[in-house]
């Protein structure tokens, strides 16, 4: 059977979407699904009444001539996500998502974590050419400031953690091509409900390449970091964990042992935004 060059491209087309997404990916619940949906119990708004936010830039901290510096400490926030409520963040320097890092290619950077949550924390850089002592991998944790007075973190995702240190320097080499890439939380066994809380943001690397596309520069190059969440009516964020303090027993309800769905999607940390953008090409 003879196929044209169109019909081939659109078969293929649906077969990567099918291999990447699956047949049912995009239900939401039912069989077949990627989770099942958690209902929020606050009042949500109306689709594009809230001003987009764009995470700022973080500045580093010193630099020399082999590598940036830069500091973030993990830590909770009350922070206005839906109107009217406050909801507790876990956020990079208390943010949602976390201040951005724009770095360059070849150029060397080093991130200070520093933990001031009551859990363990272990950071990622997602899509990061990164040596494994910096790679985040789950049990190599930063320990919270209170472990020595809380025994409740001694099973799950409390491996790797030793003396009394609550920060940890990763080295990022950076020998790639520019990239929009993204860091995150991926504590063993918590990963999701601490990424669920706010712990990921942005990482950008620029190269000489990149700037000579003709590319959206400037305030015309706004980063996106979509998701999705719910809220409890007091305008939390809902999860059903096992352990809502994410202290002990990891895991989350039965009903969502395929994966939590959000109802409430957010852009840059706020519900369904709305940029005024110039009316330019």
Not at 22 to 34: D, L, P, R
Not at 130 to 157: C, F, Q, R, V, W
Request: with cysteine; proline share 10%; glycine share 12%.
């Amino acid at each position: 059977m003879k196929i044209s060059r169109g019909e081939f491209f659109r078969l293929g087309l649906a077969a990567g979407v099918m291999l990447t997404f699956g047949a049912s990916a995009c239900s939401g619940s039912g069989e077949g699904s990627t989770g099942t949906l958690l209902p929020s119990k606050a009042k949500l708004p109306e689709p594009f009444r809230v001003p987009l936010p764009v995470p700022p830039v973080l500045e580093h901290e010193r630099t020399d001539a082999g590598a940036d510096y830069y500091e973030m400490t993990q830590k909770a926030s009350r922070v206005e996500i839906l109107p009217g409520l406050k909801t507790e963040v876990w956020g990079y320097d208390g943010i949602f998502p976390g201040p951005t890092i724009e770095s360059r290619s070849g150029r060397k950077i080093v991130v200070r974590q520093q933990n001031e949550l009551p859990v363990p924390v272990s950071t990622h850089l997602h899509g990061g050419r990164t040596p494994p002592e910096s790679d985040g991998y789950p049990t190599d944790l930063i320990p919270p400031k209170n472990l020595a007075h809380d025994h409740s973190m001694e099973g799950h995702g409390s491996m790797g953690m030793g003396g009394s240190r609550h920060h940890k320097d990763y080295v990022y080499p950076l020998e790639q091509r520019a990239a929009t890439l993204w860091y995150h939380d991926h504590r063993m066994d918590f990963t999701g409900p601490q990424v669920w809380r706010g712990l990921a943001g942005f990482h950008i690397i620029r190269d000489d390449e990149e700037h000579a596309l003709p590319l959206p520069k400037g305030d015309k190059d706004v980063p996106l970091m979509i998701c999705d969440r719910s809220f409890d009516e007091d305008g939390s964020f809902l999860y059903p964990s096992l352990d809502p303090l994410l202290q002990g027993k990891p895991g989350v309800e039965d009903d969502y042992m395929d994966g939590v769905l959000g109802d409430t999607i957010l852009v840059n940390g706020a519900p369904w935004p709305v940029l005024e953008v110039s009316a330019t090409k």
